[in-house]
């Protein structure tokens, strides 16, 4: 029991960081904007945390710090493919590149002069973690209750985000500019406005994300503090079928590898160290595989949102 | 006024030279905005870096060592992009076309050593090949997303390799240096200025070949086809699943090759520093290049000079090296918008009132 309550922390603890930028892909993603950026702007998210942290002291800045760096990169891929109708897929992935490459060089420039301005072997101001009085004790259920605010946040983002997307006017709104912007154009709703929103939006949560790693999950900045987990998020987004509530249970199960991954490093197994870090990508590889075979017979609720990576514009017949 | 879009009937030819060329321009001028927040002078910058990148023969023979990698990736990448499958698995290909090299390089020796170079960089390309195939059957067959599969596979290629040099491959002899032993000396590729090797031609005959295989043959007008019209082309009677395959193929082979030859010619054995980020600068140049082969020789140099150009950086003047990555980074971003342009006519219409 002591076992389990212990892997479902360190799960929750990674998984803070995918489930955020995984609910801001799925928002960008429902308003027909595929943003293969989310590895620069966690990147860049995570950065700009830290260093404002740094600096200031303030959590608080850090955290909104990040959202804004994750917001303008967002910013500039709506441009990019909403009104330049730039093709999206290579410009999120000059998000990514140009996000690490310039995370890699602030990284090595807005550190202390002591520290020849580099911000790797730092320590800053980090978010405690807050254990819930006597709920907090019992097995299990203590693995949520043993967590960072960034966390607790989360409790009330995801079912939130799921009400909104699914119940309210705005969410359909949103989402039929996803499945049929021309229908949605029809009825006098304005496409460009809602997919700058959201993809504007979704950078937001995802730099918010980077945010949780270098503030709380492995505090401090080092270079490729992401490794990868951009990507994983983008796999999520397909796994949880663009819903904010099954996608709790695709970042749980990323969460659970790192943590399993952890703790049999520490007990010293006899498979090497290479071949249980390759876990997390060739799990990815096959569920992704698995889903697509399972759900490409017809339109389910797994299903993509239909005019997901296309640019609309009313002039085009 | 209203600004309105017209799609043009053809791409502009002017413009889609000129676009890249404005870009690059672009880049620098906001690389400069960041050089100028780091107190630096932009201009005294770009002068170093010019000088470390081309100055002399040393520094330009240092600049074809990273372009020759960058011009094969580069080319697999692009012949990929052609048929608008998003190989963003360069890196992996890469890296298993320099295990597949080592391999043959270390555990062959039986063979003769005129045979030793030839045998093991067509098996690095044949490991690449498979390595890019395995998307490729993925995407082909079942229609998986290929820009993930391609890219989870890098951190699994990158990863095996580690495995080998810090464990079984491990150099006895290397003092605890991750690395594996060096290839025989007589199966080195040759150099012919400073660190610059024969790849460089391998790579300019591969580049003609692919210009006239993509232009001039029958299979390079289906691919070409696959690519801007597949409904047409399955029309046609074009086997699309079969193209997807075999542009892949060929793609990874590219890639494992640069991987090969790296290996074979600079490092001369399978060791930590491979790894090196060239998978993912060849998405830049494929695109900078438009997808053409030969242009994409001359953006591989261009790119090689940031790379070099930002390591002098870090010697001369103490900025970090990465300086080079961020103006690649800021690339796209202007030959993104600039697109727009070559596809569309743009007109400013006096809004009448209805």
């Known amino acids: 029991m002591q076992l389990i309550t212990t892997l479902l922390l360190v799960t929750i603890r990674a998984g803070t960081s995918l489930l955020y930028a995984t609910l801001g892909e799925v928002y960008t993603e429902r308003s027909g904007i595929l943003n293969l950026g989310v590895e620069g702007m966690m990147m860049m998210g995570a950065l700009t945390a830290f260093t404002v942290v740094y600096r200031t002291g303030n959590l608080l800045f850090g955290v909104l710090a990040a959202m804004l760096a994750g917001g303008c990169m967002a910013l500039l891929h709506a441009f990019l493919s909403v009104s330049m109708r730039a093709n999206q897929v290579v410009s999120g992935l000059s998000l990514t590149l140009f996000g690490t490459g310039f995370a890699s060089y602030l990284g090595q420039r807005l550190g202390p002069a002591e520290n020849s301005f580099n911000l790797t072997g730092l320590t800053g101001e980090r978010f405690p973690i807050i254990k819930i009085p006597f709920l907090g004790d019992i097995p299990v259920l203590s693995a949520f209750l043993q967590q960072d605010v960034l966390t607790y946040l989360l409790y009330i983002i995801v079912p939130l985000a799921w009400f909104y997307l699914y119940r309210t006017r705005d969410g359909l709104s949103l989402r039929s500019v996803g499945e049929n912007p021309r229908t949605a154009a029809a009825v006098g709703i304005n496409v460009t406005k809602i997919r700058y929103t959201y993809t504007v939006l979704g950078g937001m949560l995802v730099g918010l994300g980077g945010a949780h790693l270098t503030l709380a999950y492995t505090p401090g900045w080092s270079e490729n503090i992401t490794g990868g987990r951009g990507w994983i998020v983008i796999a999520l987004v397909i796994f949880s079928g663009w819903n904010p509530a099954r996608a709790v249970f695709g970042a749980i199960l990323f969460g659970g590898i790192n943590a399993v991954q952890y703790r049999m490093q520490a007990a010293g197994t006899v498979i090497p160290a290479s071949f249980l870090n390759m876990a997390p990508y060739l799990l990815t590889v096959i569920v992704l595989a698995a889903m697509t075979i399972l759900s490409r017979k017809k339109k389910t609720s797994f299903s993509s949102p239909s005019a997901l990576g296309t640019s609309f514009s009313i002039e085009d017949k | ?354």
């Open chain 2, 1 to 354: 006024m209203r600004i309105v879009l017209a799609k043009r009937e053809t791409r502009s030819q002017i413009i889609s030279t000129l676009v890249p060329i404005i870009s690059f321009l672009v880049s620098l001028i906001l690389g400069g905005i960041v050089l100028a927040f780091s107190k630096a002078n932009p201009l005294d910058t770009y002068v170093y870096m010019f000088r470390g990148a081309f100055g002399n023969w040393m520094a330009f023979s240092e600049t074809l060592v990273k372009a020759i990698p960058l011009m094969l990736t580069g080319l697999g990448v692009s012949l990929a992009f052609r048929i608008r499958f998003w190989n963003i698995g360069a890196e992996g290909q890469y890296v298993w076309g320099a295990i597949g090299t080592a391999w043959v390089m270390l555990y062959w020796q039986f063979l003769p050593v005129q045979a030793l170079l030839p045998f093991s960089l067509l098996v690095g390309m044949t490991a690449g090949a498979i390595w890019a195939g395995i998307p490729a059957v993925m995407k082909a067959v079942w229609k998986v997303d290929e820009t993930l599969t391609t890219l989870m596979l890098n951190y699994v290629a990158i990863l095996f390799a580690e495995y080998l040099y810090y464990g079984p491959w491990r150099d006895p002899k290397g003092y605890g240096f991750p690395g594996s032993e060096p290839f025989p000396r007589e199966a080195w590729l040759p150099r012919f200025l400073g660190r610059a090797h024969w790849g460089l031609f391998i790579a300019i005959i591969i580049a003609f070949i692919l210009f006239f295989v993509l232009t001039r043959t029958k299979w390079g007008l289906e691919i070409q086809m696959i690519g801007k019209n597949p409904d047409a082309a399955r029309c046609l009677g074009v086997n699309i699943k079969w193209g997807i395959i075999m542009v892949l193929l060929l793609s990874g082979a590219l890639s494992g090759l640069a991987g090969g030859i790296e290996v074979a010619a600079i490092a001369h054995r399978l060791q930590k520093g491979i790894i090196s980020g060239y998978g993912y600068t060849a998405i830049i140049i494929a695109w900078m290049s438009q997808l053409n082969p030969i242009a994409a020789l001359f953006v591989a140099i261009l790119m090689a000079g940031l790379l070099v150009g930002g390591d002098q950086l870090q010697m001369m003047i103490g900025l970090p090296a990465a300086m080079g990555l961020v103006i690649q980074g800021l690339l796209l971003f202007p030959l993104l918008a600039g697109t727009i342009f070559t596809e569309y006519k743009i007109r400013i219409k006096k809004t009448k009132e209805v």
